[in-house]
């Protein structure tokens, strides 16, 4: 039997988190690369993956509505799917270790339910155009997730200068923890999520390691 088809896993729908897609943006930590941004269905928290070009630009397609002349991978995935009477339900992003997520693809034929594992990238561009729901752990949108809030625009008197906005850099363990708090506000206000998710990962090894201490 293909090892890629695994039975359904007993997952807690109460004990997971709904989410959905944002936008795509270019990294800011990683060139060539781009970080697809995942938001809480009812929450301020935005999770950013990495992603390449090839399934960048498979999301965006889909997120502004374009049909391309002929169909692409995931368009071809989904077709055959369908044309065989197995209907995806839902994606489940499981697992986060090291910067890496990991995620599953829940189908239904119709007498049983199978998961296939999936690259993240893969499992959001299907579950776009099946159009279908994305959910994920607390624990991984506590760990991966930044806070979000909404605030009023500043007044141009209250605007810094340009060049009084230094780029974020990449290790942030000689900083404390008082100016990673200023940074994560900063990357937040800018919409850099990618670079306020690292930040908020040193906070909470940092808290982490005090509560164990």
Not at 33 to 59: C, D, H, S, V, W
Not at 95 to 102: L, Q, T
Not at 151 to 174: I, L
């Amino acid at each position: 039997m293909d090892n890629a088809w695994r039975h359904q896993k007993p997952d807690s729908v109460e004990n997971r988190v709904k989410l959905r897609v944002m936008g795509i943006t270019y990294s800011q930590i990683q060139k060539g690369a781009y970080a697809l941004i995942l938001a809480e269905e009812e929450g301020m928290r935005r999770i950013p993956i990495i992603i390449g070009t090839p399934e960048a630009q498979a999301i965006a397609i889909r997120l502004e509505h374009l049909i391309p002349s002929r169909p692409m991978t995931h368009d071809l995935f989904v077709s055959f799917a369908h044309a065989f009477g197995i209907r995806l339900r839902e994606v489940f992003i499981y697992k986060f270790d090291d910067g890496i997520f990991c995620s599953e693809l829940l189908f239904d034929d119709g007498r049983r339910e199978i998961r296939i594992d999936s690259r993240t990238s893969d499992a959001i561009a299907i579950a776009l155009r099946a159009r279908v729901p994305i959910y994920t752990t607390p624990e991984i949108v506590a760990e991966a997730g930044i806070i979000v809030e909404e605030r009023e625009p500043a007044r141009p008197e209250e605007s810094r200068p340009a060049e009084e906005k230094p780029a974020a850099p990449r290790t942030f363990r000689d900083f404390s923890s008082e100016e990673l708090q200023k940074r994560l506000e900063k990357a937040i206000g800018d919409e850099a999520y990618e670079t306020a998710a690292e930040i908020q990962q040193e906070l909470n090894r940092r808290n982490s390691g005090s509560h164990t201490a």
